[in-house]
């Protein structure tokens, strides 16, 4: 008996929301790239694209366990010597929520082409307005904390 492999998907779309008020952002991170990647899916395989989106809304209400938020810091470097910027955890959940949250979900996707087709459907917005309702998202429960 061998592995049946299934074809790409053709269709639309499915959208979901996520609200990430209150969770945590590595737990939150994790399961928004396993539904990212159709991994909920009993279709699922691996070099297929399984046509999901998602829709994170509240990333300015996220938490950091632990001393993450002084300890932890974004790096970015220029090339130019000098160049090497450093931003707390904490400075940039208040000043740029969605690219935390944002940054913590493409680290989990594949490095391929493939991740680079997810990564444009992943939409991340700090309060609860987003303009998507057109697509009809599903609401998803990721996890709560207790």
């Known amino acids: ?3 049946s492999f299934t074809s790409a998907w053709r269709h639309q779309v499915r959208w979901r ?3 990430a008020e209150g969770a945590i952002l590595g737990r939150l991170a994790a399961r928004a790239a396993r539904v990212l990647m159709g991994k909920d899916s009993p279709q699922w395989t691996p070099h297929a ?20 938020a ?8 220029s ?15 208040e000043t740029k929520p969605e690219r ?11 490095k391929t082409r493939l991740g680079e087709r997810l990564a444009t459907r992943l939409k991340v917005y700090a309060g609860s ?5 057109a697509q009809k ?6 996890g709560r904390p207790m």
């Open 100 to 110: 935390v949250v944002r940054d913590a979900i493409l680290g989990m996707l594949p």
């Open 17 to 19: 929301l996520v609200d």
């Open 49 to 68: 694209d399984h046509r999901v989106g998602l829709v994170i809304i509240n990333a300015a209400k996220i938490r950091l366990t632990g001393r993450k």
């Open 1 to 3: 008996m061998g592995t």
């Open 70 to 77: 002084d300890q932890k810091f974004y790096r970015h470097f």
């Open 137 to 142: 998202p599903e609401p998803v429960n990721l």
């Open 129 to 133: 307005a987003y303009p998507h309702q």
């Open 79 to 93: 090339g130019y010597p000098g160049g090497l910027k450093e931003v707390s955890a904490r400075h940039q959940l």
